[in-house]
């Protein structure tokens, strides 16, 4: 009886220190991510290219980011709200390498544009910092 007590309490604890260290992760990424959409939502493209993950650099040039951005991005306007919808901590998504992912959906609207989705994916690059890998706008 002891012993099932003791099995119990340990995976309890266990998961709620998952759940916690999940929501950590997600709060973190959360705040890289408003940082890093506040260079896109000021028109600074090449600078938030400069401040993206490593796996988004490596997989676009800057100029390329810069010209998606401006076909894209700019013609909407300026921001008037985003509100965050949900926030999904992953390991694995599709076409990129395992690692540690949150997939962040915002409600955004614009000047030029009603309603649209957002969403920006932060990942823990190697240097131990959460910055944006995936980025667009549907």
Do not use: H
Request: contains cysteine.
């Amino acid at each position: 009886m002891k012993r099932q007590l003791f099995c119990i309490l340990g995976m309890t604890l266990l998961l709620s220190c998952a759940a916690g260290c999940s929501r950590d992760k997600t709060q973190a990424a959360q705040g890289a991510a408003s940082e890093w959409l506040k260079l896109v939502d000021s028109g600074n493209y090449p600078q938030s290219w400069e401040e993206a993950a490593n796996i988004m650099k490596s997989s676009v040039a800057k100029e390329q980011w810069q010209e998606i951005l401006n076909r894209n991005r700019a013609p909407l306007g300026t921001l008037l709200s985003r509100k965050l919808t949900s926030a999904e901590y992953k390991e694995d998504i599709p076409g990129a390498p395992v690692g540690q992912y949150v997939v962040l959906r915002y409600e955004s609207s614009f000047q030029n544009k009603g309603t649209v989705i957002e969403t920006a994916t932060p990942t823990l690059d190697k240097d131990g910092r959460w910055r944006v890998s995936v980025y667009y706008i549907r």
